[in-house]
T-cell receptor, first 113, second 114 residues
Framework: GQNIDQPTEMTATEGAIVQINCTYQ??????LFWYQQHAGEAPTFLSY????GLEEKGRFSSFLSRSKGYSYLLLKELQMKDSASYLC??????????????FGKGTMLLVSP | DTGVSQDPRHKITKRGQNVTFRCDPI?????LYWYRQTLGQGPEFLTY????????KSRLLSDRFSAERPKGSFSTLEIQRTEQGDSAMYLC????????????FGPGTRLLVL
């Protein structure tokens, strides 16, 4: 089966940097996604990693280490609107002709002034 | 590109009633997914279509759940004889078959079973 762990809650201050960690145990790994979800809204795509290393996209960066089963999402220059749940999702099953995403429970980030 | 749409956005029903939700994917996407999300949890995969073919349905929660995508465009998810435990957000996502195959989510249908 799949197991994805991420912290339940984090708090940070506006303008600061925060790192949200995700560890996973899975078979057939084929990529890791980060999504942002505001309360009552749909998840929106933030980043994708399939190879080891850092992917940077504006204020957001995501890192992957496949050997360690570890990823993190780095948010810089935090803004109040970044208060949301951040979901780590692992993709598996590509070789069977289709892929599925298994999500963690999400990390609720609260940004304070 | 108007994104993934879902209808209705909210549904309140009484236990034992049947409900049907609709999803319209991004027009050029041939893959469509249904998920269920409960409070404090991440989305849970239910079923998957490639064009009109339902390629994975073993994760549907019970035989009361069924999904269709008759013409390979919009999809419906039906829950028969609803139970209070079915109360959740039902999310639809779509993707293309190109590199990365990012899944883009609709706004969801929030179901409350009384």
């Amino acid at each position: 089966g799949q197991n994805i762990d991420q912290p339940t809650e984090m708090t940070a201050t506006e303008g600061a940097i925060v790192q949200i960690n995700c560890t996973y145990q899975t078979s057939g790994f084929n990529g890791l996604f980060w999504y942002q979800q505001h309360a009552g809204e749909a998840p929106t795509f933030l980043s994708y990693n399939v190879l080891d290393g850092l992917e940077e996209k504006g204020r957001f960066s995501s890192f992957l280490s496949r050997s360690k089963g570890y990823s993190y999402l780095l948010l810089k220059e935090l803004q109040m609107k970044d208060s949301a749940s951040y979901l780590c999702a692992v993709r598996t099953g590509m070789n069977s002709g289709y892929s599925t995403l298994t999500f963690g429970k999400g990390t609720m980030l609260l940004v304070s002034p | 590109d108007t994104g993934v749409s879902q209808d209705p956005r909210h549904k309140i029903t009484k236990r034992g009633q049947n409900v049907t939700f609709r999803c319209d994917p991004i027009s050029e996407h041939n893959r469509l997914y249904w998920y269920r999300q409960t409070l404090g949890q991440g989305p849970e995969f239910l079923t998957y279509f490639q064009n009109e073919a339902q390629l994975e349905k073993s994760r549907l929660l019970s035989d009361r759940f069924s999904a269709e995508r008759p013409k390979g465009s919009f999809s419906t998810l039906e829950i028969q004889r609803t139970e209070q435990g079915d109360s959740a957000m039902y999310l639809c996502a779509s993707s293309s078959t190109e590199y990365q195959e990012t899944q883009y989510f609709g706004p969801g249908t929030r179901l409350l079973v009384l």
